[in-house]
């Protein structure tokens, strides 16, 4: 089963306005505004038949809002897909409340009655609490209670006024650019344009909003769905805190790093921590932070009896220096005789040259010296260095008991 991204509380207002930017930008949410984009261009078709489609962009727009806002709150990370939704009757109420306050605030525009324009501004003031309590409660008659607004409110303060204003900047992108547009630019490009940024306002602002009710979750009595659905799903702590860790590094890497620290220093930690952490010191461009858990987390693995994933972190490290080496013969031995066994050859003879470098005079030496001169001879025109080599160790360890293999060895490769 595909793993479920999470989202992390405890984020800043710039971290959910950032997230919020970034929402309709990926996923099912791109391609969802491109497709919403090419349907509005479809508004330029004569008379009933393109007032008929714009209605149906503003029902699709708000109805894959609401799901939006509802996904987010319920603390998934990544966009719904198209036409899915978390309760199609909230949904619809969104829509339909939706609907209602720009059909208020048109119809006294247009025919100039004084008390529909109120009642749309009032609405308009009170549209993100009415989405937000839909989103947690899913009760219309709470939702509409001017009580509820007033508690919604003070309940995310200031922060409160962030999808406020982005509700007016829609509205100011509807009645303004929308006119710039279709004066400046060709209808062939002004309407696509025009219903793909109306789409990211919308998807971002419902986003938002849901991302902040996620972050009040215990407050308001909620249990995210999507947590619930990760840990039946067998996601356990250290899947999510990956997935968080993910999400943080988008906006603040460093911290994330402080986190990875804090994780690896507290108990030990599952390749996939392990594996995340490198990925972003490695898109950080963290050459010694690789080197140094590369060499911590080799003796881990070693001690675990997991030699062959200790070796794909040694190949890791040799890509950033050649003459990386395990800082314990101990951790050494193991790996350098894997290699060799499963026919990794050339990084077998990498490292045997490398200990040996490290560790001249340690007992194991003539071993891995004679290990590295057989690999030596099984390449084409190299069995001279291996030569060299055995005489180099010969003179070194004199009595040692692999001196006859070493003879033997130094006789075939010179004949």
């Known amino acids: 089963m595909q793993k479920i991204a999470v989202s992390r509380t405890g984020a800043s207002v710039g971290e959910l306005l950032l997230g919020a930017l970034r929402y309709p930008l990926r996923g099912t949410a791109l391609v969802t505004c491109l497709i919403l984009a090419g349907v509005y261009l479809a508004t330029a078709l004569p008379g009933l038949l393109g007032r008929l489609v714009a209605l149906a962009f503003w029902v699709m727009l708000w109805r894959y809002g609401a799901a939006c806002l509802l996904h987010a709150a319920n603390g998934y990370a990544d966009p719904p897909g198209m036409g899915v939704e978390e309760s199609t009757r909230v949904g619809v109420i969104l829509t339909v409340i939706h609907l209602v306050v720009v059909a208020c605030a048109t119809a006294g525009v247009v025919y100039n009655i004084p008390s529909m324009v109120v009642l749309a501004m009032v609405l308009g003031f009170a549209l993100p609490a009415i989405d937000m309590s839909l989103a947690f409660d899913g009760d219309l008659a709470t939702a509409l209670n001017p009580v509820t607004w007033w508690r919604t409110m003070g309940r995310f303060g200031f922060h409160y006024f962030i999808p406020l204003g982005l509700n007016l900047l829609t509205f100011a992108l509807v009645v303004l650019v929308s006119t710039w547009m279709r004066l400046h630019l060709p209808a062939v490009l002004a309407l696509p344009l025009y219903g793909y940024a109306v789409a990211c306002l919308v998807i971002m602002n419902f986003q938002l909003m849901g991302a902040m009710v996620h972050e009040q979750h215990e407050d308001l009595g909620m249990q995210p769905e999507a947590a619930v659905i990760a840990q039946r799903s067998g996601q356990d702590a250290d899947d999510l805190f990956v997935v968080r860790m993910d999400q943080l590094a988008e906006t603040d890497p460093e911290a994330a790093l402080d986190q990875f620290v804090a994780r690896l220093q507290h108990r030990a930690a599952p390749a996939t921590i392990h594996r995340a952490y490198r990925d972003l010191m490695r898109k950080r461009g963290m050459r010694e932070g690789l080197m140094v858990h590369g060499q911590v987390w080799i003796a881990a693995l070693v001690a675990n009896a997991e030699e062959r994933r200790a070796l794909g972190v040694v190949q890791e490290c040799l890509e950033l220096d050649a003459s990386f080496i395990p800082d314990d013969p101990v951790t050494a031995l193991p790996l350098i005789d894997l290699a060799s066994r499963i026919g990794m050859s050339q990084l077998a003879l990498q490292m045997s040259r490398s200990y040996l470098r490290q560790w001249p005079h340690s007992p194991e ?47 075939r490769l010179s004949g």
Do not use: H, I, S, Y
Request: no cysteine; net charge positive; hydrophobic share 45%.
């Open 365 to 411: 030496t003539p071993r891995v010296g004679l290990l590295a001169a057989r690999l030596l001879g099984d390449q084409p025109n190299r069995g001279t260095e291996g030569v060299v080599l055995l005489g180099k160790l010969m003179r070194a360890f004199p009595e040692d008991p692999l001196r006859p293999d070493m003879e033997a060895l130094a006789k």
